[in-house]
Each structure stands twice: as C-alpha cells, then as structure tokens.
C-alpha cells in the first residue's frame, strides 16, 4: 500500500471458516478508488488460516492485508475491539467472514453519510443475497434511508475514534447483543446510527460456528449484563428477572419444538450474573433516561435527512 495513513481500514475476524474468509477478502478488489487496509484476526482456528488465505486471495490484495492470530478464542467483541485498535484509517469497515461485497458504491454510500453527518457515529448496512434482494434480519424492515437502533456485526461502518473513546465492545458478553448495547452508550453521547437499505452486504450466513440455543441463551445473558452495565436503577430492577421470564419461555419453546432436551434454562442466567456481578457492577455507568426514550422514538425509523 502506497500510503501510511489509509482511508478506510476493512476489518476482518474470523474463526474456522478459511473458505468464507477468502471469498470475503476478494470482493474487496471493488474498492480499488479508495486507499484502504486490511486487518484480519484468525481467533484460534483449530488449524491456522493465514496459509490457506494468502495464495488464495487476488495478488492486488496481499500488500494491503494484516493477519493476526489469537492462540486462543477471545470472542468477537474482544477481537473487533482489537482490529480497532489495530486501524490507522478514521473509519472502520466491520464485515463477518462470511459476508462480502456487493457493490462498492454501498461503501462509498456509507462514507458519504458519514462525512456529511458529523452527529451520525455509524452506518448500518443491509443484508442480501447475490442477487441484491434483502434479507431478513435487517437492522429495520424498512425501505427508505431512516436512523435505527443499532447496526448488525454483518457489515457496518464506525468512526474509529468514536469507537475507541466509548471504549468498543463489552468483551464479557463473548458474543451477541454487543452492537444494540454499544448503540445505547453512543446515543447517550449523542450520536446515531443510519440504516441505507439500499447499501447491500451479500450475507451467507455460514452455519460453522452457529448455534440457536447458544444465541438464545447469550443473548439474554447479555441483555441482563447490558442492563447492569447501563441501565438507571428503577429500570435493571425490572427489566432483569423480565428478560429471565422471557428466556425461560422462548427457551423452553425452541426445545419443544425442537424435540431437544431442556439445558441452560434460567438457572444458568442466574449463575452468570452472580458470578460476574462484581465486575458488572465496578463498570456500571447508568445512561440517561432521555437516552433510552430517544432509542424507543428511533425503533419508528425517522427518515434520515441529511442537512444542506
């Protein structure tokens, strides 16, 4: 790469899946206008990727990509948290491994808001097939160019300095609900989050590495976390043994319905916060009430306008 100081660095965490991680790595030829860095965090795989990913990758990628490893799993809120760190661009390009490019112009679409709306902290894109058609799982089921809530770990785009000086991911939650809680952290400083539907990331949803129940489970794990960290008081009294409530319910549900037996039912939640309530509790920093009222008005997709 011809330049110390890049516009944009791409960044990649990976773990056992060498395959999507190449196909990743080589739509990136689409950003051949923009001067941009690759990093990329094998997280332990069981066998080592970075042999198998650089004779694969297109010849015009090598001198722009990084690989780093992790010996042993760190997570991908504590690996995403280096990659940041790791950046020298103002702006990140967060994609799974098994995500890739569509288009470069949903890159370029994204910087744009970013350079134009210094109030805008990150850029959610959508999600999609080769073809371009959308996906479920978007960050909103909406058509227009609106601000959300959060944006998915598929592909999204942060200012770097935003992120490190909110302190990145909570690396306890390991995996899961990392986004929606860093989302709240920057809205109570003032900063939000803009959905373009019509930026698309082809998502292929690997199933290596992906677990229903596991998802199930951490997600309310992490919400209760997320509401320990953050929440004001009269709001974690309740909103805590509510999100047990309904894990127990929707976990009971997937097991019926999936003729598996009952494991991690809210006995285990109970467990992780106890064990980690001390380190939850040191951390604590109670967002604004204002804060999450404003999150609840965004959940109705405001049209995002930029200004003249």
Same mark, same amino acid.
């Given at each position: 790469m011809n330049s110390t100081s890049p516009a944009l660095s791409v960044c990649v965490a990976s773990r056992n899946r060498p395959? /999507?991680?190449i196909r990743c790595l080589n739509s990136l030829t689409l950003l051949q206008h923009v001067e941009f860095e690759i990093l990329l965090i094998d997280d332990a795989s069981e066998a080592p990727i970075v042999?198998?990913?650089l004779p694969a990758i297109d010849p015009i990628l090598v001198d722009r990509l990084q690989v780093f490893r992790h010996e042993n799993n760190k997570g991908i809120?504590?690996?995403r948290n280096e990659l940041a760190e790791r950046a020298k661009a103002p702006y990140l390009l967060y994609l799974d491994d098994d995500a890739q490019l569509?288009?470069?112009e949903s890159v /370029?679409?994204?910087l744009t808001v970013l350079k134009i709306s210094p109030e805008v902290g990150a850029v959610a894109l959508s999600q999609s097939d080769e073809t371009g058609k959308l996906l479920p799982g978007q960050p909103l089921a909406i058509e227009y160019r609106c601000y959300a809530p959060t944006f998915v770990g598929y592909g999204s785009l942060l200012r770097r300095d935003l992120f490190l000086e909110l302190g990145g991911y909570r690396e306890m939650f390991a995996a899961y609900y990392e986004e929606p809680e860093f989302c709240k952290r920057m809205l109570?400083?003032?900063f939000y989050v803009v959905y373009l539907p019509d930026a698309c990331v082809i998502h292929y949803k690997s199933p290596i590495g992906r677990n229903n129940l596991v998802a199930l489970r951490n997600n309310c794990r992490n919400k209760c976390f997320a509401a320990i960290y953050n929440e004001p008081s009269a709001m974690m009294v309740f909103s805590v043994p509510l999100r047990i409530l309904l894990y127990v319910y929707k976990h009971w549900a997937y097991c019926r319905q999936h003729k598996i037996?009952?494991?991690f039912g809210a006995s285990w939640i109970v467990r992780e916060i106890q064990q980690n309530l001390p380190?939850?509790?040191?951390d604590r920093r109670a967002l604004k009430w204002s804060t999450y009222y404003k999150w609840h008005k965004i959940k109705q997709a405001p049209a995002y306008q930029p200004a003249d």
């Open positions: 395959d /999507d991680v042999d198998r990913v809120p504590a690996t569509l288009s470069a /370029d679409n994204a109570d400083r003032g037996k009952s494991e380190a939850l509790w040191r």
